[in-house]
């Protein structure tokens, strides 16, 4: 059974113009899929519509089920959800300790202490130095990567069977960049997490998961198994992007 | 190609951060030679960035030097440095946030045509549709705002905008790092063309090492300020002696080759 179910999924934000058009999508537990496509490829938008994060205005067709969970699912509790740009999902008056045990505290009814101090573990699950002295710490005082650490803490504390990564790599630098990626490896892999990974970058996400559905106008040009579908795409697009990656090999 | 059109030794350069002295730059050298592309490469807050600024005078340097085409470049003042502006030109990330939203791209591509009196007012309109075709694109998007098009239509635009001035260095500050995956190839092979055809020289400043491979001829890997390895291009990739230039050698993530399929 399957964690995930998207069956004709049809996003438009105005009357014209379809963000994404007729998606169908499996995600089993604790499966690695990748999302990949350029800007204007929809990618986002289909791992807002699954975390119910779209805004108001946004009409949506089609439809998103839960079959293991056997209801919908709640963003927080059941889905993390990893921003691209860490300094705008944190609040920058609030202690970084405080906004992971805030988490806890909504989606768990954790009262405030134990919430406080599983949100330290978490600080010290992503592998931040010091948890303890990092929790009362201020986005500011951390580095751009730091501040992302935090943000996978605070997806990941309620415990969620999906953690939806949304281009969570692309503001990092390379070095930065490998290092979270292998934090969100480890920690789904601990947990038996599915992960949603989503990204421009074909060569990350290849490495990364075990499916790769590759995005264009809003539409699933292709998806399979992540090995198969880099050695031999289906489509010209995918084609496209594989001879355009720059690589390090000659 | 006689002695290196661009030469800096020593460049050092502290900030106050947070009431704290931070060292941005400590001792910073390196030299380029006219058509030659040298690559700072580096993590965020390595002092790159800080490395342009210098250059372009937007920030001073506490110590050191920097001759361009025989000048004292850091010392030059008034119209001395605004004629070696016009040789020395920058591209930037974001172009959006370098240029009005609501101007032309004509007009965008007019601005230094007259204020460095490249070309009279009546040749322009012509002059402005040529830079226009040797990036790339049509006469036709002179008419368009900057807003109306496209990013990496917006890169051709900046680069067209350096081009103007007929440069023999052109500073490029993470000019691909923001584009799609298709564009960013486009762009590092417009960049490859114009130096060939022209010979002007490249500053590329950028951490990702795949971008750096298809355009630079030596790289400079900086980190925590300093330069910590230097060499030809392809020796750097292939055996980096840095730490820091191991790391992101490592870290630059790879298609996996079919002969690795099995695993």
């Given at each position: 059974?399957?964690l995930l ?30 999302i ?17 994060l ?81 929790a009362k ?18 997806a990941i ?24 990626v ?69 | ?31 380029i030679?006219a ?33 361009f ?7 030059l ?116 063309d114009?130096?060939?055809?022209d ?41 980096p ?5 191991r ?13 690795e399929?099995?695993?």
């Open positions: 059974m399957a179910s998207v069956r004709g999924l049809g996003v438009r934000y105005g009357n014209d113009v379809h963000a994404l058009e007729g998606v169908d999508l499996d995600l089993d537990a604790g499966e690695r899929l990748a990949i496509g350029e800007s204007g490829s929809g990618k986002s938008t289909l791992a807002r519509a699954i975390a119910g779209l805004p108001p205005a946004a009409k949506v067709e089609g439809s998103i089920s839960w079959p293991e969970l056997g209801r919908a699912a709640q963003n927080g509790r059941d889905i993390g959800f990893v921003f691209q740009d860490p300094a705008s999902s944190l609040d920058p008056v609030m202690t970084v300790g405080d906004q992971v045990a805030e988490v806890a505290h909504v989606n768990l009814d954790m009262a405030w202490p134990a919430a406080r101090r599983l949100a330290v573990e978490l600080l010290d699950r992503v592998k931040l130095p010091e948890p303890q002295a990092t710490a201020y986005p500011h005082q951390l580095s751009g990567g730091q501040k992302q650490r935090v943000a996978i803490a605070a504390v309620a415990g969620p069977r999906l953690l939806i990564a949304d281009e969570a790599t692309s503001a990092l630098d390379t070095i930065v960049q490998a290092e979270i292998s934090l969100i490896r480890g920690l789904a892999d601990e947990d038996g997490m599915a992960l949603l990974f989503v990204s421009h970058d074909i060569a990350l996400a290849a490495n990364l998961a075990d499916t790769i559905a590759v995005f264009r106008h809003g539409r699933l040009v292709e998806t399979g198994a992540a090995e198969p579908l880099i050695a031999a795409p289906a489509s010209h697009y995918t084609r496209a992007l594989l001879d355009a990656y720059l690589g390090l090999d000659a | 190609m006689s002695g290196a059109l661009l030469e800096v030794g020593g460049l050092s350069k502290r900030f106050m951060r947070g009431g704290k002295r931070f060292t941005a730059l400590d001792g910073v050298g390196f030299s030679a058509g030659e592309t040298l690559a700072l490469v580096g993590p965020s807050g390595s002092g790159k960035s800080t490395v342009a600024r210098i250059l372009l005078r937007l920030v001073e340097a506490d110590a050191g030097s920097a001759r085409d025989g000048q004292d470049l850091l010392a003042r008034g119209s001395a440095l605004r004629a070696v502006r016009a040789k020395l030109q920058m591209v930037f990330q974001d172009p959006q946030a370098a240029f009005n939203p609501r101007a032309t791209v004509g007009r965008l591509l007019d601005d230094p045509l007259r204020i460095h009196g490249i070309v009279e007012r009546a040749g322009r309109p012509k002059a402005i549709a040529a830079l226009l075709e040797r990036v790339g694109l049509a006469a036709e998007l002179a008419g368009r705002a900057v807003h109306e098009i496209s990013g990496g239509q917006r890169q051709r635009v900046a680069i067209a905008r350096a081009l103007a001035t007929r440069p023999s260095l052109i500073v490029l500050d993470e000019p691909v790092s923001a584009l799609d995956v298709l564009v960013r190839a486009d762009i590092l092979r417009l960049l490859v114009l130096q060939r055809d010979g002007i020289a490249y500053l590329f400043i950028s951490h990702d090492l795949g971008a750096v491979r298809a355009i630079a001829h030596r790289i400079a890997i900086m980190d925590g300020g300093k330069i910590v390895e230097q060499g030809e291009a392809r020796a750097v990739i292939e055996s002696v840095s730490a820091t230039g790391a992101l050698v490592a870290a630059t993530p790879e298609l996996p080759r079919a002969t399929n099995a695993s």
